[in-house]
């Protein structure tokens, strides 16, 4: 009887645990990385958001133009930082140190180029 009463919570217990294993393995290639860019206003951060989201293994993207940090979240199986970079500069932005694209880069309008 004591027996019983010990398994029942041990069994009850295994099956949530595996319940939330899968849950990790899921988000397990999931990397997170913060990259500073070269973006000036609004435009560039819907030029950014609203292309690197379409990149291959990406799952979330945002700017913060205060600091001009892009924060993305990867799949790491289906990307990497030096992919996500050199998109960026495909845009026309700097991305952590990596320069700009500079034909792409001559042609954004002129709210969205560094101050000299
Ligand atoms: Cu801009």
Do not use: W
Request: net charge positive; proline share 3%; hydrophobic share 35%.
């Amino acid at each position: 009887m004591h027996k019983l009463f010990l398994i029942i919570p041990l069994v009850l217990f295994c099956s949530l645990m595996s319940c939330g294993n899968n849950k990790a393995l899921s988000q397990k290639n999931i990397e997170g990385i913060s990259i500073k860019t070269s973006a000036q206003c609004g435009m560039c951060q819907k030029t950014l958001e609203d292309n690197i989201i379409y990149e291959k293994g990406i799952r979330a993207v945002s700017l913060d133009l205060d600091t001009q940090i892009l924060t993305v979240r990867y799949d790491k199986r289906k990307t990497n930082a030096d992919k996500i970079i050199a998109a960026i500069n495909k845009l026309g932005y700097d991305a952590n140190g990596s320069p700009a694209n500079a034909e792409v880069y001559k042609n954004l309008p002129d709210c969205c180029k560094k101050e000299e």
